[in-house]
């Protein structure tokens, strides 16, 4: 699914135009905060409290922008920090770094 | 001894008490987004603020009187009301900003809303406005600020490149996003020259009572404090740019900003920026409250003093408690603090000249000063900062605006 989306992410960033630059930017910029967020929670140096709301708030704002379907796979990061689940969360950082 | 004490105090204060949510916010953002490119922006405010601090100690210890104080009698109170009360109101949005930078950081630390620790934090600055003194206030919290240093000793550990940090110091336009780097820019300098910077340290020379031996101290605080404390909001840029920029993350809320810290500390990056930010933004918003009542009290002719008891000055306390209670409202309406921070500092660039322009007067006026007025390069660079300020503000801002639209 994660995988899926991200693929969604890259068709409609091949398709847009000049206009979408900024979302576009913000986009990218959202996703990668997901995954610093994700990837120095599951090595334990941030608090789980701070990466639940840093997630929650990059697929919110993923959400809102032109690619909605980029939220899935942060909303699942989410949701392993969550349930304390470092295994999932490596798991789906892995499926989005293929 | 004593006095060379009191200097050493002086810079440290200076250094600590430096950054708060605006030198963060806009430094995080300018490093993320543009890498050192807009390094140049904190030279030219760092030039600026130095003189313009160096300038309202002087005027203090010479005039015996405060800056607000000084321009009422000088321009009379209906000259003095219009520009005075636009101050006022972005003082009123910075303090806001502080509040929220610090409701932010126990945030990140608990995962609880910020909205929510709107009231205890305003509680918190209010109850040590209410039973401190000047000395607590001001000294307490710029040496816990020193926390902030952590950004200088990041830039070292994360061996940034010197030579490209140098090019940042020479002004350019990148090729994309013009109208958004000129916001930031200006927003790095109205953080840098903050007018509640030198209105209270006017009052503090007072509240202080300094005299005319203060005159070589005085410069030397506004010199090293200013230069030293520059070099934090320039090793915010630095450390957002090596560590955030290649990952494509571009600051726009804290929770961003707050992984600067990790690639230098590890887990203790994450606590160094919520100390750092927390405590930062406490001291400004102290500072901020207080600068703010001196100014109202100092401009109606009450009797003021962070020293005095507050029934003694209860206008002055009154003033304080409002603001403190004005802003947390700000807060508790949502307003995104970090848009709020951007905001207010693009703003208070823009309103610079209103506070500097009858601060110049005043500085060049030898009934004031007698021999020791203003000197040629003390005017030129104020009035070249402070009106390049006012100019890009007025462009950027309106194209900000209808750019986030």
New interface residues.
């Given amino acids: 699914m994660a995988r899926h989306a991200v693929l969604v992410v890259l068709l409609v960033l091949a398709g847009c135009g000049k206009d979408e630059?900024?979302e576009i930017?913000?986009a990218?910029?959202w996703?990668?905060?997901a995954?610093?967020?994700a990837e120095?929670w599951t090595r334990?140096?941030?608090?789980?409290?701070?990466a639940?709301?840093?997630l929650k708030?990059?697929a919110d704002?993923l959400a809102q922008g032109l690619f909605p379907a980029a939220a899935a796979p942060v909303a699942e990061l989410e949701l392993a920090v969550a349930r304390e689940d470092r295994a999932a969360a490596r798991r789906l950082l892995d499926e989005l770094g293929r | 001894v004593k006095k060379i004490l009191g200097v050493a105090l002086g810079i440290v204060t200076s250094i600590g008490g430096f950054l708060d949510a605006g030198s963060i916010a806009t430094s995080a953002q300018a490093g993320s987004s543009y890498g050192y490119s807009l390094l140049w922006a904190v030279l030219v405010g760092t030039v600026c603020v130095i003189f313009l601090v160096e300038m309202s100690g002087r005027f203090s210890i010479v005039s015996g009187h405060t800056i607000t104080d000084a321009v009422r009698k000088r321009f009379g109170f209906a000259a003095f009301i219009v520009p005075f009360g636009a101050s006022l109101l972005v003082n009123l949005l910075v303090l806001a900003s502080e509040l929220g930078g610090a409701c932010v950081a126990l945030?990140?630390?608990?995962?609880i809303r910020f909205q929510v620790w709107a009231i205890p934090v305003a509680a918190a600055v209010w109850l040590l406005l209410w039973l401190g003194t000047f000395d607590v206030v001001e000294d307490g919290t710029a040496l816990l600020g020193l926390v902030t240093l952590c950004f200088v000793v990041a830039v070292f550990l994360l061996g940034a490149e010197w030579r490209e940090i140098g090019r940042g110091f020479v002004p350019s336009l990148p090729a994309?996003?013009q109208p958004h780097y000129l916001f930031l820019a200006v927003s790095i300098i109205g953080a840098t020259i903050a007018p509640y910077l030198f209105l209270f340290y006017s009052s503090g020379a007072i509240e202080d009572k300094w005299d005319m031996s203060y005159l070589v101290p005085n410069r030397f605080i506004a010199l090293l404090g200013m230069s030293f404390g520059s070099l934090i909001a320039m090793s915010v840029i630095v450390v957002a740019a090596v560590t955030l920029q290649p990952?494509?993350?571009?600051v726009?809320?804290y929770?961003?900003a707050?992984?600067m810290l990790?690639p230098a500390f590890?887990?203790w990056?994450?606590y160094l920026f919520v100390a750092a930010l927390g405590v930062a933004c406490l001291g400004a918003a102290l500072e901020l409250s207080l600068a703010t009542a001196y100014s109202l009290a100092q401009a109606f002719g009450w009797q003021w003093g962070e020293n005095l008891e507050p029934r003694k000055a209860a206008r002055f306390a009154a003033t304080y408690t409002l603001c403190i209670a004005a802003a947390a409202l700000i807060l508790l309406a949502g307003v995104e603090p970090m848009k709020l921070t951007l905001f207010s500092m693009a703003l208070t660039a823009m309103v610079l000249p209103l506070s500097v322009v009858p601060f110049l007067v005043l500085m060049n006026d030898r009934q004031f000063m007698g021999e020791h007025v203003n000197g040629r390069l003390s005017n030129a660079v104020v009035v070249f900062t402070v009106a390049l300020a006012a100019l890009i503000a007025l462009v950027a801002i309106p194209l900000e605006i209808l750019?986030s639209q």
């Fill in positions: 630059a900024k930017e913000k990218r910029s996703s990668a905060t995954i610093l967020v120095h334990g140096e941030v608090p789980s409290a701070y639940r709301s840093a708030k990059a704002q | 945030q990140l630390l608990t995962g994309h996003e990952h494509g993350v571009r726009e809320q929770e961003q707050a992984l990790l590890g887990s990056g994450f750019g």
